[in-house]
């Protein structure tokens, strides 16, 4: 693990200028307004006009899934792509991310690719000057994002809108280790297969519990990881990992099964590798 050095906190201005010119780029669109649609197996229609059906291996896995759809060619021809590899940061610095997430209600769905718990409105990321509110959190099994190649079990991909549509994702690495209670919440009400969304009565969730007490991230420019692999995606991953049973990872990924699209080309992006600030 990357043990950064306290460089100044220049860092956190040129982010957050190179976050807006990317939500005001042509690349962006795709991805604006939609977050609901992050995970939810995006109903691009194919030409029979139906939802285009995508995997994770296969005819219809990930090298695949720009030649599925129109809508999906980003995947194949984007040069800003997630996941990438956090093993190799280009340089350190103070990022200013901070959560303010607060127990809620919990509503679960399985959309056939991934679990995904929804939030109420009142939970708020801050990256540098930029804000934004959480709306969704779902899981991959082992985690996208690599370190230096290895994958951790399971990440926690926590997604974020602001006022306009643009997206922040915050990752979350688990290891294996102690239960994780509030996660059994999460995994107790998760959908066997495909179900929409459902409020689960009685349940209160906090999303904070799920975060790790340190918050320094890596940070990039990315894409969803899923089709249609829209760019202008913030991204955050958390370089402190949290603990989760190896009972309850396996349950998820019992659920979820390989879910992790591979690693691709950095492109010269900057990937910094920073401290909390906190
Ligand atoms: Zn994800």
Redesign the pocket.
């Known amino acids: 693990m990357i043990k950064p050095a306290r460089f100044t906190s220049l860092i956190a201005a040129p982010l957050a200028l190179c976050a807006s010119a990317l939500a005001a780029s042509p690349q962006a669109p795709a991805a604006k307004g939609k977050p609901a649609a992050?995970?939810s197996g995006e109903k691009a229609p194919d030409h029979a006009g139906g939802p285009v059906h995508w995997t994770y291996s296969g005819a219809t896995g990930p090298d695949s899934w720009g030649d599925l759809a129109d809508g999906f060619r980003q995947c194949k021809t984007g040069h800003m792509q997630s996941p990438i590899d956090l093993g190799a940061s280009d340089i350190q610095g103070q990022i200013n991310v901070r959560t303010a997430y607060r127990p809620g209600t919990m509503s679960v769905l399985n959309n056939g690719h991934?679990i995904q718990v929804n939030f109420p409105e009142g939970s708020i990321l801050s990256s540098g000057i930029a804000r934004y509110k959480l709306v969704q959190a779902?899981f991959?099994t082992p985690s996208?994002e690599t370190i230096y190649g290895v994958p951790y079990p399971m990440v926690a991909?926590f997604v974020h809108t602001d006022y306009a549509g643009n997206l922040a994702?915050l990752g979350v690495l688990f290891e294996e280790g102690a239960h994780n209670p509030e996660l059994d919440k999460i995994i107790k009400a998760a959908p066997r297969s495909e179900a929409a969304a459902r409020l689960v009565d009685g349940v209160t969730l906090d999303p904070a519990r799920l975060l790790p007490s340190d918050l320094a991230v890596w940070r990039y420019d990315g894409s969803l990881?899923?089709p249609p692999c829209s760019e202008g995606v913030r991204w955050h991953v958390a370089m402190q990992p949290v603990a989760a049973s190896a009972a309850q990872i396996a349950a998820i990924h019992a659920i979820i099964g390989d879910n992790a699209r591979p690693i691709q080309p950095r492109h010269g992006r900057l990937l910094v590798g920073g401290t909390s600030g906190q």
Do not use: A, F, R
């Open positions: 992050v995970h991934t779902h991959h996208e991909h994702v990881t899923t």
